[in-house]
C-alpha cells in the first residue's frame, strides 16, 4: 500500500467521509467500514488499495478525497494495531426515545465479519485455538442483524472482550 502522509483523520474529516458513506447505499457504514478494514490488516488479507476501496464504496463514486480518507483511516488502523496501546473498534452513539445516548459496537463488529466472510480462505486457516478470539465479534455482530438480544450487562461485558480478542487476533497473524 502506498503511503499516504498525515494520516490521523480530523473529526471534521470523520464527518466528511461518514456522510458521504451515508449518502450513498452501496457503501458501508463508516463503523462497519472501520471493522471491515481492521478484519482486513489482522489478517494481512488484503493491501490492495482498489480492493479496499471496492469492499468499502461498493458502486458508488467517490473524489480523491473520499478515497484518500479511507486510505488514511486503514493506515491509521493499521498504526493502532502496531501500538503497544489498547486497541479501540470505532463506536458509534445513538439516542434511545428518552434522549440518552449510548455506544454501539455492533455495527464494527458487523464490518469485521463480512470481511471474515469475503476472505474466508485466509480466515479458514485460523486454528481452533484462536477462534475463540471470534466468539465477541460474532457475537455482536448478530445484533446488527436482529438476529440476538441481550440485556445491557451481558453487551457490556462482550464489547470488554473486543480490544483482547482483536490484539489477540494480530498477534496470531502477525
Not at 75 to 96: G, H, K, N, R, T
Not at 135 to 142: D, F, G, Q, R, S
Amino acid at each position: 500500500m502506498n503511503t499516504v502522509a498525515d494520516t490521523d483523520l480530523s473529526d471534521s474529516e470523520l464527518a466528511e467521509l461518514d456522510e458521504f458513506l451515508l449518502t450513498h447505499e452501496e457503501c458501508l457504514a463508516i463503523d462497519e467500514a472501520h471493522g471491515y478494514l481492521t478484519a482486513l490488516i489482522v489478517s494481512r488479507a488484503d493491501d490492495d488499495e482498489s480492493a479496499i476501496l471496492e469492499a468499502v464504496l461498493g458502486e458508488a463514486e467517490a473524489t480523491a478525497q473520499i478515497n484518500e480518507l479511507l486510505l488514511r483511516m486503514y493506515q491509521d488502523i493499521a498504526i493502532e494495531l502496531e501500538s503497544a496501546e489498547p486497541f479501540e473498534p470505532m463506536v458509534i452513539e445513538e439516542e434511545d426515545e428518552d434522549g440518552d445516548s449510548f455506544e454501539v459496537y455492533d455495527g464494527w463488529c458487523f464490518g469485521f465479519m463480512l470481511a471474515l466472510s469475503d476472505y474466508e480462505e485466509v480466515w479458514r486457516e485460523l486454528p481452533k485455538e484462536q477462534q475463540s478470539l471470534l466468539e465477541p465479534i460474532a457475537t455482536l455482530a448478530l445484533l446488527r442483524e436482529d438476529e440476538l438480544d441481550m440485556d445491557d450487562e451481558e453487551y457490556a461485558g462482550w464489547v470488554s472482550l473486543l480490544p483482547g480478542s482483536v490484539s489477540g487476533l494480530y498477534d496470531y497473524w502477525h
